[in-house]
T-cell receptor, first 113, second 112 residues
């Protein structure tokens, strides 16, 4: 069983479209994260959710919105996609704070044309 | 904000060599993470350590909290160790959920 799963793996779309990336973890963790990896392979935190409460929002445009229907899911919605949104997006989860081991999903490669 | 510096950025070595990757950070932390990103893109947590040393197989991670420095060592390196190794730290806070701040990674290639 995959611990942290993401769908889709690949997403190719046009500028201006709205898209969602889903993330699910079956580890029973209470904290989930979204990270963005840019073309230079640099990872950066976007959001974290702890017990359905947004804890961090790191200067991310408000076109990006995380939605957590329950503790096991943290989906990422992106409105009005721009070329600069092309990147790999990783979901992760942990039990407790950022000092805890994080488990990463396989990543979603987003390409905006 | 914590600044995380890794060195070297790129490292090519021969199979069997002893590898060292260094990480330094600017602000005190509760724990430091070492991650491995495979050529296929997947990210795996290797170590999380808050003091001293941890060992897993041929991998050893050490941390010096006073000097704000950590090292990742690979003994008897093998081509399958070729990957990007990333150092990451959480913000120093009393509690709550905090995302990691990452170094830029060390791209390691082990040649047969």
């Amino acid at each position: 069983d995959t611990a942290v799963s993401q769908t889709p793996k690949y997403l190719v779309t046009q500028m201006g479209n709205d898209k969602s990336i889903k993330c699910e973890q079956n580890l029973g963790h209470d904290t989930m994260y979204w990270y963005k990896q840019d073309s230079k392979k640099f990872l950066k935190i976007m959001f974290s959710y702890n017990n359905k409460e947004l804890i961090i929002n790191e200067t991310v445009p408000n076109r990006f919105s995380p939605k957590s229907p329950d503790k096991a899911h943290l989906n990422l919605h992106i409105n009005s996609l721009e070329l600069g949104d092309s990147a790999v997006y990783f979901c992760a989860s942990s039990q407790g704070s950022g000092g805890a081991t994080q488990y990463f999903g396989p990543g979603t490669r987003l390409l905006v044309l | 904000k914590n600044e995380v510096e890794q060195s070297p950025q790129n490292l090519t070595a021969q199979e069997g060599e002893f590898i060292t990757i260094n990480c330094s950070y600017s602000v005190g932390i509760s724990a430091l993470h070492w991650l491995q990103q495979h050529p296929g893109g997947g990210i795996v947590s290797l170590f999380m350590l808050s003091s001293g040393k941890k060992k897993h197989g041929r991998l050893i991670a050490t941390i010096n909290i006073q000097e704000k420095h950590s090292s990742l060592h690979i003994t008897a390196s093998h081509p399958r160790d070729s990957a990007v190794y990333i150092c990451a730290v959480p913000p120093f806070k009393g509690g709550g959920a905090d995302g990691l701040t990452f170094g830029k990674g060390t791209h390691l290639i082990i040649q047969p």
